[in-house]
T-cell receptor
Framework: DAGVTQSPTHLIKTRGQHVTLRCSPISGHKSVSWYQQVLGQGPQFIFQYYEKEERGRGNFPDRFSARQFPNYSSELNVNALLLGDSALYLC???????????FGQGTRLTVV | AQSVTQLGSHVSVSEGALVLLRCNYS??????LFWYVQYPNQGLQLLLKYTTGATLVKGINGFEAEFKKSETSFHLTKPSAHMSDAAEYFC????????????FGSGTRLLVRP
């Protein structure tokens, strides 16, 4: 079975631009969570979606938004990019909102 | 507020030596606890987890961890380090009652010397 897949794997954006990151969960998983991992730090929780509804949000500004589609895939959107948004963005899927999280390989975002 | 502290951002051991990575948590409710490993340019892989029951938990690749409520600790050990164990290790906590998010420590980079 395929694991959690994220796209793209790497991208470079300019300050002020917008970016969309994509995540496909493991087949049968209905929950997707997003984490931001800045270099040298542990991942920080951004969002969780379960059954297409937002179940939780971390301490991130409104520039960050997400959604989950009927097939349970998810997008993370970041507007007005700042240099500090440069990080590895990790997606995790689980069977339900409290289940074990399985992580994807991440998307490395560099803002210049 | 829940938090996870990993003592030592870098730990260096010789191949074949004991590996000990420290993790302490702070929570009003004993949380579920996890150890993840991250290899360069990759995502996180679950090594082991503690939810309820036996406090000594065995995971993959010969790792184990012991939940000690009195010490609020969940240290990760491996009797004999292998070169392939060199990676970043993260301890994480999750409230068992209603929370959905993992709270991660800042990570410990394990270096294994030949």
């Amino acid at each position: 079975d395929a694991g959690v897949t994220q796209s793209p794997t790497h991208l470079i954006k300019t300050r002020g631009q917008h970016v969309t990151l994509r995540c496909s969960p493991i087949s049968g998983h209905k929950s997707v969570s997003w984490y931001q991992q800045v270099l040298g730090q542990g991942p920080q929780f951004i969002f969780q979606y379960y059954e297409k509804e937002e179940r939780g949000r971390g301490n991130f500004p409104d520039r960050f938004s997400a959604r989950q589609f009927p097939n349970y895939s998810s997008e993370l959107n970041v507007n007005a990019l700042l240099l500090g948004d440069s990080a590895l963005y990790l997606c995790a899927s689980s069977l339900d909102s409290l289940g074990e999280a399985f992580f994807g390989q991440g998307t490395r975002l560099t803002v210049v | 507020a829940q938090s996870v502290t990993q003592l030592g951002s870098h730990v260096s051991v010789s191949e074949g030596a004991l590996v000990l990575l420290r993790c302490n948590y702070s929570s009003s409710v004993p949380p579920y606890l996890f150890w993840y490993v991250q290899y360069p340019n990759q995502g996180l892989q679950l090594l082991l987890k503690y939810t309820t029951g036996a406090t000594l938990v065995k995971g993959i690749n010969g790792f184990e961890a012991e939940f000690k409520k009195s010490e609020t600790s969940f240290h990760l050990t491996k009797p004999s380090a292998h070169m392939s164990d060199a990676a970043e290790y993260f301890c994480a906590a999750q409230r068992p009652d209603s929370s959905y998010k993992l709270i991660f420590g800042s990570g410990t980079r394990l270096l294994v010397r030949p």
